[in-house]
């Protein structure tokens, strides 16, 4: 049976039958290629194992880090979740590089969708990828924690026999992104329960027949959350930039006005847009041409045309705009600790304006509500 290599140094499909003996002990099996897999890898995943043999704790991996906010990651994180043989994997999927993905962003290459064929399989993996984001914001709550919501958004992307394209993403070792708090985006789902007051943003994306999928929304946990005027003015004031940079996508548009339209709605309402990550074209690749900037006075290249499809997922604080990323390198925070949010469509640009393939129905979870 093939296996991929738990070594993040690898990460490639193998046959061996090593295992790590500290996991057997905890009741979990994780393969290595070899012994020398297993010694290059062992400073990260070491990481899975409960410490001081406590199988219900947890711990801080990185106690000497100078964290910016309260939050803190709660390791041990969870083994990676199987894959069964049947679903199709994007190219990444077993070591971790997306090469389709490097080769054709080294010619700033941005791919066109047109055929009806493929716009049938684009909107399709578009609508589950909508289902699996509302399955997971359906268990939102005070007391689950953000493994337990990786857990709903693997086995419903399974059962829609799709692949979750975070997993092994550059060895990315989730298949969401659960972002709390100060965290801006990227954050890696653990055992950390949630609590009432904070908010959440969650990351999905699908991959299946030969297509991706993004979207994330943010979230209240609890009712604490919605009685904290500034809180609520941060995650509405998100929510809203995203509609009013929607509203600008039509044949024509330089990506560059996107950027403008944004900063100027969020500084008229107190918030600072987060510089560091961008929007993105998708496709049948996760990440790739044009770069969407969520701020102004930036350099984006080129226009939208009929077929373009990308993504626009502003991120806003309520301080400063500058981030820092964790020591487990994935995890991006504010730099000051305050709280962040994000929103994110995938849109295809039409003939006469722009189709939102990952709209909310009226079934969704969350939703706007009013500002205090």
Known sequence: MIHSCASAECSKATESTLKCPLCLKQGQIQYFCNQACFKNGWKIHKAVHAKDGDMEGSYNPFPNFAYTGELRPAYPLSVRREVPESITLPDYALDGVPVSEIKNNRMNKINLVTEPEDL??????????????????????PGVTTDEIDEIVHNETIKREAYPSPLNYFNFPKSVCTSVNEVICHGIPDRRPLQDGDIVNLDVTLYKDGFHADLNETYY??????????????????????????????????????????????????????RSYTGHGINTLFHTEPTIPHYARNKAVGVAKPGVVFTIEPMLTLGTH???????????VTADGGPSAQFEHTLLVTEDGVEILTGRTEASPGGAIPRL
């Open 322 to 332: 500058r981030d820092v990323v964790w020591p487990d390198n994935w995890t991006a």
């Open 120 to 141: 049938a399989k684009l909107k399709n993996v578009c609508r589950l990828a909508r289902e699996v984001l509302d399955a997971a914001a359906a268990a939102i709550k």
């Open 221 to 274: 946990v609890g009712e604490k959350a919605k009685t904290n005027k500034e809180l609520v003015n941060l995650v509405e004031t998100t929510r809203e930039a995203l509609a009013e940079a929607i509203r600008l996508v039509k044949p024509g548009m330089p990506f560059r006005q996107i950027g403008t339209v944004i900063e100027n709605y969020v500084t008229e309402r107190g918030c600072e847009t987060v």
